[in-house]
């Protein structure tokens, strides 16, 4: 064991997580070295191995955190996220290859197989294709082997591909027809089953023939068609699954953030790295400089500067002491920190937040319902018009009729592949939520993304959105003879007992000037008009102006002054002493840096911005005017803003609101978009469609960028497949044909019905690139 770490007194026990069996470590549990580190065997049942950190199982944690459930990865569908199983496999309603919730670095099955099938099929569809038109080159291949034989030749090599590589094909066009879900399945197994029975025949039963489709007495076949269309159809799958995996690369670079290992502190002093999933709350860390914070918690010792840009999209390093809340994955810069464990495993932010961009990729964008009402009658469509394309050439086309309208039936039903058409939408959200996760944008579902789009008023609250949310004493003035040093004193000594944000400021304040401290007894707080209490034996209040006329006091001659203050964004407060009013202390809440700028971006994109405060409305005013706000509401309750959304819409407006996701929450759930503001406490905060890690209006103006963006690339998406279908299927069907004298190939169309998907996801993935 590392250190000195003493054997477990008496016997500390753990749950196997495979077998389930109790598993009893003593000093003399079997153990074997590895790199140094010891593994614990479960000696039962399936001799797992409880890898790297004796510690844990010594010390008891490990019966601490019960039974470790083997929790499986769990596999879902790009186009329809509905669907999910425990197990690899293919939709059963649009046969697309299911890919994991949660992105990993293992290898893609799917992806491996298809490889493997793709390149066999093209060693295979080369000669093949060699064979069928090496003449047209000239190259009499099949004088030198015999037409007959070169047919037999042809079916040899087709064979394999056709019963074998292309098995997973048909497999998904039965299942489509089974559940009555036609797909682009179902049209490929139809044009490559078409094209390899049609070969059969000619091979084996020319006879069924006319005379006028054969010459030489041989009848033309379809083997290297249906063989090309095979290969084709694997290229367009395999660069359509890898592209799919670049979808995820933001979400594995989230997962990547987080350290494999920690610097677990133990009670005698002793350090060693311990496996991340080992650590548990309570447990003391060491975060050396250059490490990656590996858990959320408090730092207990020690000062030092974080990045915290990769959770927040901030770029300035964040100082941080003791007392101070740490988020796992935030890189230490140069202190070293000894840190407190609090949340860990999937409580912690990192985990939310991979949770919640899962979860986006999962949802369905109401713009999505467009492709689905086309995809639900697109394939009987095609089905239909392939058998009116064959009917329409049989009727009328050149001899041999059948032989073009078999090659334009057999075109149509594989060019006119939907899977274009039902990615355009899902894989731009999956793209886009990704990107917004990097960016400190986390994207809770694809309809808040689109509406964001669409929002054209914005409703902020001005305490730590505008602000810093942090109050700092700015003035105190003597109104009488008593001094500004006294006057902050007994005002300090006030405030004392009030939890009041306001009332720390003025607290700080008083410590920061030095001034004596006093305390005070029968304190009493007025809701809504202030404190007060005796100080040194003398009654003193502190308040607003109500609290003044209560105790009897004219304000009117300070009104003044006070006004002054307010109407430089401060709010003032007066304080009375001995029955006579005293002075007046002015406390301010900071606006933050980015402020002014986000608002001008804000104003540029489009949005009308409204603040909406509990502030009196003279420093709500003052406050507003500084930073350019377009109108403002002062004194609303949180339960009020509700009723603000509800008066904005009744005029058509519509509407983003962001809060803090706690008080605001009725009116966060009731806007067209709900944004909570924090750095990471609400990030999984239910009532919001969009959370901002960093906290500022920086953020809004990063979802916005990336809501216009995604809706414009969905667009794209989907112009480009219905373009691409209204304009291949008629090709396809041989409207060409009386003006060039040309009829599509079976094979082309294949190639054109790949590329059609992977370039979706290739413009898909330009989102990946957005400046935000």
């Not at 109401?366 to 095609?382: E, K, N």
């Not at 355009?424 to 990107?435: D, H, L, V």
């Not at 809440?589 to 002014?596: G, L």
Request: charged content about 20%; aromatic content about 6%; overall charge neutral.
């Amino acid at each position: 064991m590392p250190g000195n770490i003493p054997p477990p007194s008496g016997a500390a026990t753990a749950i196997d997580p495979v077998c389930s069996m109790t598993v009893t470590l003593t000093p003399d549990t079997r153990t074997e070295s590895f790199s140094g580190k010891p593994f614990h065997f479960c000696s039962e049942k399936c001799q797992t191995k409880f890898k790297g950190d004796p510690w844990f199982y010594a010390s008891g944690n490990a019966t601490k955190r019960g039974k470790v459930a083997a929790v499986g990865v769990q596999y879902t569908c790009p186009m329809h996220p509905q669907i999910i199983r425990d197990a690899p496999g293919s939709c059963p309603i649009c046969g697309m290859a299911l890919e994991p919730v949660t992105p990993s670095d293992a290898p893609s099955e799917e992806l491996t197989d298809f490889t493997r099938r793709m390149c066999i099929s093209t060693a295979v569809a080369v000669p093949l294709v060699v064979l069928t038109m090496g003449p047209l080159i000239g190259l009499p291949i099949r004088d030198w082997v015999g037409h007959q034989n070169a047919m037999y030749l042809e079916f040899l090599l087709a064979t394999p591909i056709i019963l074998w590589a292309a098995l997973p094909f048909f497999k998904r066009g039965w299942d489509s027809i089974i559940n009555r879900s036609p797909n682009m399945w179902t049209l490929i197994s139809l044009g490559v089953l078409a094209a390899y029975g049609y070969s059969l025949l000619a091979t084996f039963l020319p006879g069924v023939f006319p005379e006028q489709y054969r010459m030489g007495g041989m009848v033309g076949t379809y083997y290297e068609a249906a063989v090309v269309i095979v290969t084709l159809v694997f290229v367009g799958q395999v660069l359509e699954l890898r592209a799919r995996e670049r979808t995820g690369d933001a979400i594995r670079a989230l997962l990547d953030l987080a350290p494999k290992t920690a610097r677990r502190i133990l009670p005698d002093g002793t350090e060693y790295d311990a496996p991340l999933e080992n650590i548990m709350t309570g447990d003391q860390l060491r975060v050396r400089p250059g490490d990656a914070v590996p858990v959320d918690g408090v730092v207990v010792s020690g000062s030092s500067s974080l990045d915290e840009s990769m959770l927040t999209g901030e770029s300035m390093p964040v100082e941080k002491g003791p007392g101070d809340k740490v988020t796992g994955a935030a890189i230490n810069k140069n202190g070293s920190l000894i840190m407190e464990a609090g949340k860990v495993g999937a409580d912690s932010v990192l985990a939310q937040i991979v949770a919640m961009v899962s979860g986006a990729r999962r949802s369905r964008a109401p713009i999505q319902g467009l492709a689905d009402r086309v995809s639900a009658i697109f394939v009987p469509m095609v089905v239909a018009t392939a058998i009116a394309a064959f009917a329409a050439w049989m009727a009328l086309g050149p001899a041999p009729a059948l032989v073009f309208a078999f090659a334009s039936a057999v075109s149509v039903l594989i060019i006119a592949c939907p899977c274009a058409l039902g990615l355009a939408t899902p894989i731009s959200i999956t793209t886009a939520a990704g990107r917004g996760a990097q960016a400190g944008v986390l994207i809770k579902d694809a309809e808040a993304l689109e509406r964001m789009a669409g929002v054209d008023t914005l409703i902020v609250d001005k305490t730590g959105t505008l602000t810093l949310g942090k109050p700092t004493l700015t003035d105190t003035l003597a109104l009488g003879a008593t001094t500004e040093a006294d006057i902050l004193a007994f005002a300090a000594a006030l405030e004392r007992g009030s939890e009041h944000p306001l009332a720390e400021a003025i607290v700080d304040g008083a410590a920061a000037k030095a001034v004596r401290k006093l305390d005070a007894t029968e304190f009493e707080a007025v809701t809504g008009k202030g404190v007060k209490g005796l100080v040194e034996g003398r009654k003193a209040a502190l308040g607003n102006a109500a609290m003044m006329q209560e105790l009897g006091l004219d304000t009117a001659g300070a009104e003044v002054k006070a006004d002054a203050l307010r109407a430089s964004g401060k709010t003032a407060m007066f304080i009375a002493i001995d029955g006579a009013l005293a002075g007046i202390v002015a406390v301010a809440d900071p606006i933050k840096d980015s402020t002014i700028p986000a608002i001008a971006a804000l104003h540029a994109l489009g949005l009308r911005v409204i603040m909406a405060t509990g502030d009196n409305e003279r420093t709500a005013k003052a406050v507003a005017a500084k930073l350019g706000i377009d109108e403002v509401r002062a004194g609303v309750l949180p339960e009020d803003k509700k009723a603000l959304i509800d008066e904005l819409r009744a005029q058509g407006r519509k509407i983003a609101m962001a809060g803090d996701g706690v008080n605001d929450a009725p009116a966060l759930a009731a806007a067209d978009v709900g944004i909570a503001m924090g750095t990471g406490a609400d990030v999984a905060m239910e009532s919001a469609g969009i959370t901002l890690l960093g906290g500022d209006l920086m953020g809004i103006v990063r979802a916005r960028k990336l809501a216009k963006a995604t809706l414009r690339n969905i667009k794209q998406n989907l112009f480009f497949a219905f373009a691409y279908n209204a304009a291949g299927i008629p090709i396809a069907a041989g409207v060409l044909y009386p003006l060039t004298g040309t009829l599509l190939s079976p094979m082309i169309a294949a190639a054109a019905m790949s590329l059609s998907s992977v370039s979706v996801i290739t413009n898909a993935l330009r989102l990946r690139r957005v400046v935000l």
